[in-house]
């Protein structure tokens, strides 16, 4: 048993290393473009903690969605927090994939690159809408009557770069146009639709991403306008940023960067010679040999073969002829 851990093991440190080597010039040739990314995650922390300031509470808006589903509570609105962080890690896993599994379809550093991209463009839009207009916040800690609802005055700049992490995140106000955890969402799903390889995983992610739209208008965290625009939005962007972005490079057919085994090996080995054979065989019936020495030396020898057919051929009408 022990013997069999430590082989396996072996195996996915053989994977680990060859995949990391794979990946190493994606990543030296990428990283200020990954890094973009990332530091425009904390500028957009940043633009909802500012946001913070400006909300002003107010009474609730009229919401058709507030109407049609029942509200959670401030007990069971984790529901909601929990689901997205699901969905989160998840992906996340998903996307390191071919450091362990032998079969895979894409590179992990250009993968998160499109994400990136994708996230940063709608993140973008989502800026320049919740600060055109701040509406009053449905969740708990914004509403009338709360401390949080509104930030005192920042005593210094400090205060408001380091904008309370993760505390700060997670119980601001005013950031409502449009949902900034159906932005993740629906760009790991669609990512994974494209790229993914399990069909009834496809069709969970989608079925997980309506029950997180629905979680956050129960749990009252956004309005139900901030989810629907987030939905078409997020797909239009993830759409035409798609577009634009260079078409990755599938793996699928590609051989594997290093054979794990002997046997392995041998296997591909006589995959590639049995390839080989067959086309080998095929150009043979279709007259479509690789050698035009050979053909054309086939040519003549059909050519004076043909000849001599008919010139014997000739003979018996010739005497014929003649007697």
């Given amino acids: ?42 500028i957009h922390g940043l633009a909802a903690r500012g946001v913070h300031y400006l909300h002003r509470p107010g009474p609730l808006l009229q919401d058709l969605g507030f109407m049609a589903l029942p509200e959670l509570g401030q007990d069971k609105s984790y529901l909601s927090e929990c689901t997205f962080v699901f969905i989160f890690f998840s992906f996340f896993l998903w996307t390191f994939h071919p450091f362990i599994y032998h079969s895979k ?16 463009a709608s993140q973008v839009l989502r800026i320049i809408t919740f600060y055109s207009t701040q509406l009053p916040g449905p969740n708990y800690h914004c509403r ?9 005055p920042p005593n210094n700049v400090l205060e408001v770069l380091l904008i309370n992490f993760p505390r700060g995140v997670n119980l601001g106000c005013g950031d409502l146009i449009f949902s900034s955890h159906m932005i993740f969402t629906l760009v790991f799903v669609r990512t994974y639709h494209k790229y993914g390889t399990k069909r009834f995983i496809k069709l969970l992610s989608w079925l997980m991403a309506i029950v997180q739209s629905l979680l956050i208008i129960a749990a009252r965290k956004h309005y139900t306008v901030d989810v629907v625009v987030a939905w078409y939005t997020v797909n239009l962007v993830v759409y035409f940023v798609d577009n634009k972005l ?13 054979p794990l085994s002997t046997k392995e090996k041998d296997g591909r ?8 054979l067959k086309d080998e065989f095929h150009k ?3 007259g479509n040999h690789g050698d035009p020495t050979d053909r054309r030396q086939r040519v ?14 000739a003979l018996p009408d010739a005497t014929t002829n003649s007697a």
Avoid: C
């Fill in 284 to 286: 043979l019936l279709n």
């Fill in 105 to 120: 379809r894409f590179y992990t550093i250009l993968i998160w690159r499109r994400v990136l991209a994708f996230l940063v």
């Fill in 144 to 152: 009338e009557g709360s401390s949080m609802a509104t930030l005192p």
């Fill in 246 to 258: 260079p078409e990755m490079p599938d793996r699928t057919n590609g051989l594997p960067l290093l």
């Fill in 300 to 313: 003549q020898m059909n050519g004076r073969h043909d000849e001599d057919m008919n010139h014997h051929g």
């Fill in 1 to 42: 048993m022990t013997m069999y851990i430590a082989r396996e093991a072996s195996k996915v440190w053989r994977k680990v290393t060859a995949e990391i080597t794979a990946e190493l010039p994606l990543l030296r040739e990428k990283w200020l473009l990954l890094l973009a990314g990332l530091v425009f995650q904390y």
């Fill in 269 to 276: 080995l006589k995959d590639e010679k049995d390839s080989r």
